[in-house]
């Protein structure tokens, strides 16, 4: 079971859950626009450090604490896997996790169903910032294109193949070329 680190309830990512009051059923909402945070994606794709991310979300108290589902998008920035281009990739992705109150976390472990997944309220506050990390990463694509038919670059040259649609080299087969040297020979002959 993570055990929360003591919360700042002035960051953005960290929500108040007090006037929900722990009453079953009673809900709030909370839209907002946060600079993402660092490290939200992979290697290749992930929404840019302090760029916006919109959330749009519902707080229910339930029995066990608060769930919390709705809405993130953003626009997550990475390298095209064929032409090494700017790949962007809009994100729009529902979120739904469930903070349990922490003596009911308690409650569970001693009754032996510990389970490493589980998050805690910290008093009244949510952090959710990880669960915001858990539902982006996951669903960014793991090989980034500019455009669904990019054709990548050129494999002899390198040249990006996107801004010249006609870009060929002529390639001799390797089987042809001593024939191509005998060519040579019997253009040499018909001169003399």
Not at 41 to 57: A, F, K, S
């Amino acid at each position: 079971m993570q055990r929360p680190a003591h919360l700042d309830p002035r960051s953005p990512f960290v929500l108040d859950t007090h006037e929900l009051g722990r009453r079953p059923g009673s809900t709030r909402t909370v839209q907002r626009t946060v600079g993402a945070p660092e490290d939200l994606g992979t290697d290749v794709i992930g929404i840019p450090t302090g760029t916006d991310v919109e959330l749009d979300l519902r707080l229910e108290a339930v029995m066990e604490g608060v769930l919390v589902s709705g809405t993130v998008r953003g626009r997550a920035i990475g390298e095209c896997v064929r032409c090494l281009g700017e790949a962007v990739e809009e994100v729009d992705l529902h979120l739904t996790e469930l903070y349990v109150y922490p003596e009911r976390a308690k409650a569970a472990a001693d009754d032996g169903d510990e389970d490493e997944d589980v998050r805690e309220l910290e008093g009244d506050l949510i952090d959710l910032e990880p669960a915001l990390r858990d539902a982006v990463v996951p669903a960014l694509p793991f090989q980034p294109l500019c455009q669904p038919d990019c054709p990548g670059l050129c494999s002899e040259c390198g040249a990006r193949l996107a801004d010249d649609p006609d870009h060929s080299h002529e390639i001799l087969d390797p089987r042809w070329s001593a024939l191509s040297g005998l060519a040579g020979v019997q253009d040499e002959r018909e001169e003399s």
